[in-house]
Nanobody
Framework: VQLQASGGGLVQAGGSLTLACAASGRTGTSYTQAWFRQSPGKERDLVAKISTRYGRVAVADAVKGRFTISRDNTKNTVYLQMNSLKPEDTAVYYC?????????????????WGQGTQVTVSS
């Protein structure tokens, strides 16, 4: 499985960005896909996750009400819509997939990773 992340960039505080993560290769029908982010000197934290089983979704408290995760099964793509961006949202954003569909929050349970896309929010 290969994951290709796109959509990062520079935006002013209060602005919006949409990240996309396209999966290719031998993708199954049951998996969890997630977005993580990492700032310099910090841990890689879960931002949002979505499971193909029942379409369950969850977002981190820090972004609740501002970020939305969704998927387009026809395109094997998961999106992260980010609104009301804040400078503290600045990070490299990574998409990841767990083919075992454990709906986990720990990054080490995700097998496949995209290359990361930089999001910078200016104040």
């Amino acid at each position: 499985v290969q994951l290709q992340a796109s959509g990062g960039g520079l935006v002013q505080a209060g602005g919006s960005l949409t990240l996309a993560c396209a999966a290719s290769g031998r993708t199954g029908t049951s998996y969890t896909q997630a977005w993580f982010r990492q700032s310099p000197g910090k841990e890689r934290d879960l931002v949002a996750k979505i499971s193909t089983r029942y379409g369950r979704v969850a977002v981190a408290d820090a972004v609740k009400g501002r970020f939305t995760i969704s998927r387009d099964n026809t395109k094997n793509t998961v999106y992260l819509q980010m609104n009301s961006l804040k400078p503290e949202d600045t990070a490299v954003y990574y998409c990841a997939q767990d083919p075992s569909n454990r709906y986990a929050s720990a990054s080490d349970l995700y097998r496949y990773w995209g290359q990361g896309t930089q999001v910078t929010v200016s104040s």
